[in-house]
């Protein structure tokens, strides 16, 4: 798989702003609690959109995972955007 320069660097940013807030644990031991975790720290600490683009990085990574067989179970699985409530009160 090929990859723009960019496009590696918006992984490597995302996984490092997630391992900043889930200290304890690499990436590949998460299990779902973690990304709740994660979920929760960083409501405060930045934006809906900001944190869906994190989930949206970790949900392609432990998708390669699973789908290579590298780890059992994706943490991500049932794990859903956020919802944007001033986006949603524009669009009224």
């Not at 930045?46 to 789908?67: G, H, P, S």
Request: charged share 35%.
């Amino acid at each position: 798989m090929k990859l723009r320069r960019a496009t590696i660097e918006y992984y490597k940013n995302e996984f490092h702003g997630a391992k900043k807030i889930i200290i304890n644990k690499q990436l590949v031991e998460w299990v779902q609690k973690d990304v709740e975790s994660l979920i929760l720290e960083s409501k405060e600490l930045m934006k809906v959109t900001t944190i869906n683009t994190r989930l949206r990085a970790l949900r392609a990574f432990f998708n390669f995972l699973c789908k290579n067989k590298l780890i059992d179970k994706n943490p991500v699985k049932n794990i859903k955007l956020l919802r944007d409530r001033q986006r949603q009160l524009k669009h009224r």
